[in-house]
């Protein structure tokens, strides 16, 4: 089955419907004031969006997972929460704590961590062409990590897909650095273009293998990544892969006395809109911090150079 545009307005408006708190949030979102600031070559997109406090501020650690009924366990959903039949294995379902107007949640059928990026993604991208899917590991920004899980948009929402577009040409298979793109960009990521070819087949294999290290530690985790898949107009498919070193900045945990600032990151951040659940953030959050943020959080130049385990795909 494919989705578009049409058929997603037509399962919103039946969720609308048949699910009456859906649609106050919705609304409530259309309401959420934005600011654009400039970080470098970059436009960040801030959100002032304080419904979004419960996924930001979620405690993640292990014992609080474990008390917490799972909220993406078919069980414990609410009962009017339709799923679109569309992958086999996977519920798609519209997110209650919309980030943007089209916000859907695809979540594993069975219970199961967030251990490594699904290739599922690309399916769902073929699927529904005009939508972008994102993935946030299991230390980089997912609220639930002991459900395997990824979500959706329109592509125009994440500003780091025009520019993977616009300085990565597409109709071949290949990879290519952000460090090699002719802008100054407040973070690193690998940009991927597939063709149904070897190398296109090859480079996809190898998605799961490519992700972040832990700042404390120094070991490579699986859980230190967000990935962006989609298809461009062109019809090549494309990821992006964000390898991450941080779950949160040192501001996050300040943030807690009133100071900081209130903010985790995951791909939807990572790719250029700040989810800010904290008026007093919108406020004040300015370049400089923002690409603190992204420094402590993604990969600097530096760290990005060497990291190692990025390197299976293009033999660098
Ligand atoms: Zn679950």
């Not at 379902?93 to 961590?113: G, R």
């Not at 690409?291 to 959080?297: D, G, K, L, N, T």
Request: aromatic share 8%.
């Amino acid at each position: 089955m494919t989705l578009n545009l049409e058929q997603i307005n037509d399962f919103y408006d039946a969720q609308f419907r048949e699910w009456t708190e859906l649609k106050p949030r919705y609304d409530a979102l259309m309401q959420a004031e934005r600011r654009n600031v400039g970080v470098g070559d970059m436009t960040v997109a801030l959100q002032f969006n304080p419904a979004r406090i419960k996924s930001t501020g979620a405690a993640v650690d292990t014992s609080s997972l474990a008390r917490r009924p799972c909220f993406l366990c078919k069980a414990n959903r609410p009962r009017e929460q339709r799923s679109l039949g569309i992958l086999d294995s996977w519920h798609w379902l519209i997110n209650p704590y919309p980030i943007f107007p089209v916000h859907f949640t695809i979540a594993s059928k069975a219970h199961e961590p967030q251990e490594e990026i699904p290739l599922d993604m690309v399916a769902a991208a073929e699927a529904a062409p005009e939508l972008a899917f994102f993935y946030n590991g299991a230390r980089a920004g997912a609220s639930a990590p002991d459900h395997l899980h990824f979500q959706a948009t329109l592509k125009e929402e994440l500003p780091l897909i025009a520019i993977a577009e616009k300085y990565h040409q597409g109709g071949r298979s290949s990879a290519m650095d952000s460090t090699d793109f002719p802008v100054d960009l407040p973070l690193c990521f690998r940009s991927i273009t597939v063709v149904p070819d070897a190398e296109g087949m090859q480079l996809l294999s190898l998605l799961p293998t490519m992700y972040g290290f832990d700042a404390v530690t120094g070991a490579p985790d699986p859980g230190m990544v967000n990935v962006i898949v989609w298809i461009d107009d062109s019809r090549t498919l494309r990821a992006i892969v964000i390898p991450r070193k941080r779950h949160r900045p040192a501001c996050y945990t300040s943030a807690a006395d009133g100071e900081g600032c209130m903010v985790s990151p995951g791909a939807v951040d990572m790719a250029g809109v700040l989810i800010l659940p904290r008026k007093s953030d919108f406020g004040t959050l300015d370049a400089e911090r923002i690409a603190s943020i992204y420094a402590e959080c993604g990969l600097t130049k530096e760290e990005f150079k060497v990291w190692k385990p990025l390197d299976g795909i293009m033999g660098r």
